[in-house]
């Protein structure tokens, strides 16, 4: 039995015995979204397949989380259902040559290599409160400096593993955790962890512990400290401080946003034979070992439905940035992890500019746009300093009202150009039309 299945079991077996209990019900939550999803990712340069890629599907997402049973230990059960159709998606477009292969831009893969009709997986969390203290054993979705889980595409990422979430002291946050497994965004399987650099498909080494512990600190209502740390076992151990900082000026407001991580080597590949036996980060002239220090400050400055962004950020070391990752869509807490790109090489220096408008300031609500621009330079790499840069662009609207009210269509463009080892130019287009109906 999984430890998702444990969670649950434990978790039905109390409530059984109080099916009555006013707050497990009265306090519970379910809702579905159903997202269409289209994407069109163009290679423009090499001859290496895919030149292209494109899938369009339907995905369905089942959240319940109930409240907490009465009584000074209150038990509460979570559940998320994830279901995937395929409506477009032809061998060539979904290019994965073997089903030994990772999925494809939006769907796991068939045993011929094309796109599978649908796939669809359950996560179970059981939960116990005491006090202002929450633990969690199950499947989980952290959104943290240390681990994030993505949800750019038809289904979002999940994990397993187990957390510890306390607010008994004012204005202080503490979590704790462990996670063993994750489950991509366009997979059914809960797959072991791992990094760039050794998250192959097939010979990637892979760890089942990763360990993470932090603190979230309001200093006061517009500061916040921030604390993290996280190890994945026999791969990095990371800290990672943060403050953001909210200024009221005169005229609008100015948001500051600093971050600095750094991360190790740990356990096996620490060592020369660890690392020759697979245990690798990605990175060059760093012989696979873990070796960086990532710094950033983002300044943003707002104006009635106006906001204006300026951001640099340093990756210093001999290693890439590491960050959990294995191989089938991940995301890093960096402020320069964008629609293509992450600008996480070793060595390179990114400069970013944003414009965000909000058309509520002129009376139309829930229409929103925004374009950034992001441009780096001296990626180490064989033989000289590469460079790369990207410009998103971004247009959504939210039906503020109304029967269709919540409603809402994002159209996302993208355009990388770089000289980086190993990557190509893309153009990219996703369209996205999502609804959320809750039901408690």
């Known amino acids: 039995m999984n430890k ?40 423009r340069d090499g001859t290496a397949k895919p030149s292209k890629q494109e899938e369009w599907g339907q995905g369905f997402i089942f959240n319940f989380s109930s409240g ?24 060539g477009t979904h290019y994965n040559p073997t089903s030994s292969a990772k999925g494809g831009l939006v ?21 116990v409160k005491i006090s202002k203290t929450v633990a969690q054993l199950g499947t989980l979705q952290p959104k943290l400096p240390v681990v994030t889980y993505n949800d750019g595409r038809l ?22 955790g462990k996670l063993e497994h994750a489950k991509g965004r366009n997979s059914t399987n809960n797959e072991s962890l791992s990094i760039a650099g050794s998250n192959a498909a097939s010979g990637g080494k892979r760890s089942n512990g990763f360990y993470y512990a932090g603190a979230d600190y309001k200093v006061t209502k517009d500061l916040l400290a921030q604390y993290y740390y996280g190890n994945l076992d026999d791969f990095y151990k990371q800290h990672f401080l943060g403050l953001t900082h909210t200024l009221a000026l005169p005229v609008g407001s100015l948001k500051s946003d600093l971050r600095y991580f750094y991360s190790d080597s740990d356990g096996k590949n620490g060592s020369t034979e660890g690392r020759l036996a697979g245990y690798r980060a990605s990175g060059y002239q760093n012989n696979g070992e873990v070796d960086n220090r990532t710094w950033s400050a983002k300044f943003t400055y707002s104006l009635q439905g106006h906001a204006l ?17 294995q191989g089938d869509g991940a995301t890093s807490y960096l402020i320069t ?13 990114t400069w970013l ?75 990219e287009n996703r369209l996205i039309l999502s609804y959320t109906y809750s039901f408690l």
């Not at 769907?107 to 939960?127: Q, W």
């Not at 289904?155 to 704790?176: A, K, V």
């Not at 992001?374 to 109304?402: C, H, I, M, Q």
């Open 4 to 43: 998702s299945s444990l969670a649950l079991a434990v978790a039905v077996g109390v409530l059984a015995q109080q099916a009555g209990a006013a707050g497990f019900v009265e306090d519970s939550k379910a809702s579905i979204t159903a997202r269409n999803f289209y994407i069109n990712q163009d290679n």
């Open 68 to 91: 907490f049973t009465e009584g000074t230990v209150g038990f509460g059960v979570d559940a998320i259902g994830l279901a995937g159709f395929r409506l477009d998606s032809g061998k």
């Open 107 to 127: 769907f796991p893969t068939d045993g011929d290599g094309r796109a599978v009709n649908e796939f669809s997986s359950v996560g179970l969390t059981g939960k």
């Open 155 to 176: 289904l979002p990422q999940t994990f397993e593993g187990g957390q510890i979430t306390s607010n008994e002291i004012d204005n202080l946050t503490l979590i704790g």
């Open 309 to 325: 962004s300026a951001g640099y950020q340093r990756v210093n070391g001999t290693s890439d940035f590491p960050f959990l990752n």
């Open 337 to 349: 992890d964008v629609q293509i790109g992450k600008f996480q090489r070793a060595g390179e220096r």
């Open 353 to 427: 500019a944003q414009y965000a408008y909000d058309f509520a300031a002129i009376g139309v609500p829930g229409l929103t746009t925004s374009v950034i621009y992001l441009k780096g330079d001296n990626v180490n790499a064989p033989g000289s300093d590469r460079s790369e840069w990207e410009r998103d662009f971004t247009l959504g609207y939210v039906v503020p009202e109304g029967t269709l009210k919540g409603l809402g269509l994002a159209w996302r463009n993208a355009s990388l150009r770089s000289d980086a080892v190993n990557q190509r130019d893309q153009d």
